[in-house]
């Protein structure tokens, strides 16, 4: 199993990325993926989650209206557009796959991570 990451760079406040995560080595089509990010000194924390096919997602509330998750499942990569990007959302980002739904928050509950992605904000 991998899960690939990229996409990751220095941007200035006001500007966007967009990460991509390639998966191999597992049915990416029947698993919920999530990005989660991890900031200097911080705890790992949820970011947004995508169902299996796509049709529903969820966010932290910290990035709702500013990003947005999607995927691709004929590539077998999920995708991470962040607009309107503040220095607090300077982290390593992750990805990760989970069988279900119902704990898509948790990380925890999470089956495949990848090696994650460095996004720095800063002027």
């Known amino acids: 199993v991998q899960l690939q990451a990229s996409g990751g760079g220095l941007v200035q406040p006001g500007g966007s990325l967009r990460l991509s995560c390639a998966a191999s080595g597992f049915t990416f089509s029947s698993y919920t993926m999530g990005w989660f990010r991890q900031g200097p000194g911080k705890e790992r924390e949820f970011v947004a989650g995508?169902?299996?096919?796509?049709?529903?997602?969820v966010y932290a509330n910290s990035v709702k209206g500013r990003f947005t998750i999607s995927r691709d499942n004929g590539k077998n990569t999920v995708y991470l557009q962040m607009n309107a990007l503040k220095p607090e959302d300077t982290a390593v980002y992750l990805c990760?796959?989970?069988?279900?739904?119902?704990?898509?928050?948790?990380?925890?509950?999470?089956?495949?991570w990848g090696q994650g992605t460095q996004v720095t904000v800063s002027s």
């Open positions: 995508i169902m299996d096919r796509g049709d529903t997602t």
């Open positions: 990760a796959a989970y069988r279900e739904w119902r704990m898509v928050r948790f990380g925890s509950k999470y089956d495949y």
